[in-house]
């Protein structure tokens, strides 16, 4: 381009020059019309010189003729000589006359009257001649002369001074004219010729500089446009492709089988060259394909990810070689479709699998033997499941959507403070007395909760419901059983325990060795079957909420002066090192100081008696905002699977050594139901043949601020 419009100035500048050149050229030829009047208008001036002496040579001769005219030779010459200059003056006349037409009217007329004169002189001297040859007197000849001959003669010669004088003039100022307006030309032509190849150049470098630019940049744009056009129709096909897989999944009940396979048809038009195109998706174990798949060495795949876990691939192939593109014969675009299509797809694979769990889990909702109650955070049931509506006695849900979840209750004004205490708790779980349709009652257990979004913020109530008529009926069967067997069996092991110390003591007479042992043993069994009784009593106790808490400030470190003080004689029996170490002071609970002195102590019992040898270590800490309490020994310890089971009743290890240390397997279920009513945890590890390490955790007693 921009060598074109360098030869395209340069043809204008040699164009512009031609028109200078031709302009002086026009100008040679006003100095050729000047050299050509010239050539014309300097010989008739000397013609009139030579007509003027011409002129003067008819006077004389004339003259001559007259005086010297009786010789007859002489006439004879005289006349001759006469003749051609009447002849030459005629002739000149008649040239003169033949320009003069040509000229101007001016010049005309002068020429008229040249011509005229010369005719009158001719006569007039041919008058005097003859009249000289008729005889006439010098008088007569002399009159003619002065009359007729002088006053043409000197006529004539003044006319042709006059007019040699104007030729003379005109070719001057001729001359003059010329010469200046062929130097003014010359000047203009070089004048406008630098001007023209300046402004030529000028116009050059600056069409150079900024059209170029200009026609570069368009042709930049130009190009960029008709990428973005391109770019355009690919983004078009990648949409259409994506938009007719979001209508293929929006249709009803369409399986996602049916999706991956109309996928796989929409994938063909959608490459550029989609003649010789086909596809195939891979998903786990099922394989979806075109009719007219190959695999060959023209091949672009991408994965097919749900949560960043492959789960299939998406392949698309030519079946015939193309020229090399951004990948292979595949252009960049279509990168970017195929990612856009996997992961459109992995989004529907994640949604129906999400749909599929949330059906499930409505199902196993909807199922559930307990009954499972949504309500909006003012108490409005919003969902109830069939088991509500079996246990409530009713036939459609839509007979208690929207009632108040307190109105399920006997007791609607308990229902009402627990879900304003749900404000300030997250759950809440305990017994109540439901209503149902027909007004019976029936005794539920509630597990209620406040379901809140990501923020925080409060968007419904959930509550799960246990008909709990059968096991409150079986709890006070149990009762019964268990206030009778209290009765039953302490009254005999206290008679047996009784009696059979009497014996031990000799009340009954001297016994021997062997009933000693005997009775020994009896001795120590229906202790420990009164222990077991007691255990067994207080578990209950515990459980059915009968054991009232004594809270009150309890200074823990106090409770593990007094153990260490209580067990260090069984320590010492057994060859043990028994410590304590406290490194807060003083560590205050809110608690049930017989209680936890209870629990303390079973913990310590427990890994005196399982601790072949080492020692025993206690430890008590506060650690922020809670108290802590560690029981460390180097005992037999547990396994993993015996960890599992450490707090189930009746729970006894298998180690040999355990069996044969005397227990109820009541102890640590205990501790632990009395640890949780305080509000607080146990925790446990162990290793088989290492020892174990249990820890206790109670929150700390809030003490008021003191007064300055």
């Not at 116009?203 to 960029?224: N, P, W």
């Not at 009402?416 to 017994?431: D, F, H, N, T, V």
Request: glycine share 6%; aromatic share 6%; proline share 2%.
């Amino acid at each position: 381009m921009r060598n074109k419009l360098r030869l395209g100035f340069l043809v204008i500048i040699g164009l512009f020059w031609v028109i200078c050149i031709h302009t002086l050229l026009s100008s040679t030829e006003l100095r050729d019309s000047f050299v050509h009047l010239n050539d014309y208008v300097f010989p008739t001036i000397i013609e009139m010189n030579q007509m003027n002496l011409q002129l003067n040579e008819v006077r004389e001769v004339t003259l001559s003729y007259i005086l010297l005219g009786d010789a007859p030779d002489e006439r004879k010459a005289s006349k001759e000589q006469l003749e051609q200059l009447y002849q030459a003056a005629s002739q000149f006349a008649a040239k003169h006359l033949a320009h003069a037409n040509v000229v101007g009217s001016k010049e005309r007329k002068d020429a008229e009257e040249l011509a005229r004169l010369s005719e009158k002189l001719i006569l007039a001297s041919s008058d005097t001649t003859r009249l000289k040859d008729e005889g006439a007197e010098y008088r007569q000849l002399s009159k003619e002369i002065e009359t007729n001959f002088e006053p043409v003669f000197w006529s004539l010669k003044g006319l042709l001074d006059e007019l040699a004088a104007e030729h003379q003039e005109e070719l001057l100022t001729a001359r003059a004219m010329v010469s200046d307006r062929h130097n003014t030309v010359i000047r203009l032509v070089l004048l406008l010729g630098i001007i023209g190849t300046s402004v030529a150049m000028i116009i050059a470098v600056l069409v150079d500089r900024y059209l170029v630019r200009y026609l570069a940049e368009r042709k930049k744009m130009e190009k960029a446009l008709e990428k973005e056009r391109h770019d355009l129709g690919e983004r078009v096909k990648e949409l259409d492709c994506l938009y007719s897989i979001s209508n293929l999944v929006e249709k009803p009940d369409i399986s996602l089988q049916e999706i991956l396979e109309g996928t796989i048809n929409l994938i063909l038009p959608s490459w550029q060259y989609s003649e010789i195109t086909c596809a195939r998706i891979i998903l786990e174990d099922h394989t979806f394909q075109t009719n007219n798949f190959r695999e060959t060495a023209w091949k672009q795949t991408a994965d097919i990810r749900v949560h960043g876990r492959q789960v299939g691939t998406l392949e698309v192939c030519y079946l015939e070689e193309r020229p090399e593109s951004y990948e292979g014969p595949f252009v960049k675009e279509e990168r970017s479709l195929i990612n856009a299509i996997v992961e459109r797809l992995g989004r529907i694979i994640d949604h129906r699998n999400t749909d599929r769990e949330l059906r499930i889990k409505e199902e196993a909702i909807a199922s559930s033997i307990n009954a499972i109650v949504l309500a909006d955070v003012e108490g409005n049931l919003t969902y109830v499941n069939r088991s509500f509506l079996h246990m409530w006695g009713y036939d459609e849900d839509k007979e208690v959507i929207g009632k108040r979840v307190a109105e399920l209750f006997q007791e609607e004004e308990k229902a009402l403070k627990i879900m304003e205490a749900l404000c300030k708790k997250k759950s809440w779980i305990g017994e109540l007395v439901a209503r149902r349709k027909d007004g019976s009652t029936f005794d539920v257990q509630l597990l209620v909760g406040l379901v809140r979004d990501k923020v925080g913020e409060a968007i419904c109530i959930m509550a799960s419901l246990v008909d709990i008529t059968e096991r409150k009926k079986i709890e006070q069967m149990k009762d019964d059983f268990v206030s009778l067997a209290s009765h039953e069996l302490r009254t005999p092991l206290t008679s047996i325990q009784g009696y059979t110390e009497l014996i031990l003591d000799g009340d009954a007479g001297k016994i021997n060795r062997e009933q000693r042992e005997f009775l020994e043993i009896i001795s120590q069994n229906t202790r420990r079957f009164e222990a077991l009784i007691n255990d067994v009593l207080d578990i209950e106790k515990i459980e059915s909420g009968r054991i009232r808490l004594r809270r009150g400030k309890v200074n823990l470190n106090e409770i593990v002066e007094t153990c260490i003080g209580t067990f260090k004689v069984m320590a010492e029996g057994k060859g043990l090192e028994l410590r304590k170490e406290i490194k807060t002071s003083p560590i205050n609970v809110l608690g049930d100081l017989d209680q936890l002195s209870q629990v303390l102590s079973n913990l310590l019992s427990n890994a005196i008696k399982y601790t072949r040898e080492g020692g025993v270590k206690v430890t008590a800490q506060t650690i922020g905002r809670f108290a802590s309490v560690v029981i460390e020994d180097t005992g037999v310890g547990m396994s993993e699977d015996e960890l599992r089971s450490v707090f189930t009743r009746f729970f006894r290890s298998d180690d040999s050594y355990v069996r044969k240390t005397t227990g109820t397997g009541l102890g640590l279920s205990i501790a632990k139901a009395t640890i949780e009513r305080h509000d607080g945890h146990i925790k446990v590890e162990s290793k088989l043949g290492v020892g174990s390490k249990f820890e206790i955790i109670l929150p700390l007693l809030k003490e008021p601020a003191k007064a300055d």
